[in-house]
T-cell receptor, first 113, second 111 residues
Framework: NAGVMQNPRHLVRRRGQEARLRCSPM?????VYWYRQLPEEGLKFMVY????????ESGMPKERFSAEFPKEGPSILRIQQVVRGDSAAYFC???????????FGPGTRLLVL | QKEVEQNSGPLSVPEGAIASLNCTYS??????FFWYRQYSGKSPELIMF????GDKEDGRFTAQLNKASQYVSLLIRDSQPSDSATYLC???????????FGKGTKLSVIP
């Protein structure tokens, strides 16, 4: 009964380094969504992916952020040259189809020093 | 800009009482409505979803939707200390998969 898995759960990076966050969707789910929760803020949509396709990245910052969901393996959210403002909890959610309920993973808490 | 508004709280209720959590949304075309519970430092956990006007009950939880007033609420009956958490209201628009979240209402159930 594996739910959505994310790793690492906690990630510490220094300014200028790269952060890679991984997400494996729930079994039977092929739709992945990334959300970011800044301290004292609500969750904000970042990107929606299906296998090998980015469907909607309207919530992604224009620079330094990218996402992929390869044919094999987990979805990856990549943040290049991290800055302190990137410190947040990053949640991945999955669903069996785009308009069905999304179930969230445990999140990755990124701290940029 | 689609917005979802919630009273940030904290909302304090005594154990055994009914907790009432409210949410308004700006997009009149919104189609699906969700309540998630988030414990401190944890991920959002789905409590209920509702698509149609009226009430939907699941155990101690009742979701109420009024599309004309653009208002959705969550009632928690017989509140327990373990219900103490932040409750997030989330909405999707017509033909959309993006969840738009409110900032959440912090509920504290006092033993």
């Amino acid at each position: 009964n594996a739910g959505v898995m994310q790793n690492p759960r906690h990630l510490v990076r220094r300014r200028g380094q790269e952060a890679r966050l991984r997400c494996s969707p729930m079994k039977g789910h092929s739709h992945v969504y990334w959300y970011r929760q800044l301290p004292e803020e609500g969750l904000k949509f970042m990107v929606y992916l299906q296998k090998e396709n980015i469907i909607d990245e309207s919530g992604m910052p224009k620079e330094r952020f990218s996402a992929e969901f390869p044919k094999e393996g987990p979805s990856i959210l990549r943040i290049q040259q991290v800055v302190r403002g990137d410190s947040a909890a990053y949640f991945c959610a999955s669903s069996p189809s785009p308009f069905e309920t999304q179930y969230f993973g445990p999140g990755t808490r990124l701290l940029v020093l | 800009q689609k917005e979802v508004e919630q009273n940030s709280g904290p909302l304090s209720v005594p154990e055994g009482a009914i907790a009432s959590l409210n949410c308004t949304y700006s997009d009149r075309g919104s189609q699906s409505f969700f309540w998630y519970r988030q414990y401190s430092g944890k991920s959002p956990e789905l409590i209920m979803f509702i698509y149609s006007n009226g009430d939907k009950e699941d155990g101690r939880f009742t979701a109420q939707l009024n599309k004309a007033s653009q208002y959705v609420s969550l009632l928690i009956r017989d509140s327990q200390p373990s219900d103490s958490a932040t409750y997030l209201c989330a909405v999707t628009g017509a033909g959309s998969y993006q969840l738009t979240f409110g900032k959440g209402t912090k509920l504290s159930v006092i033993p």
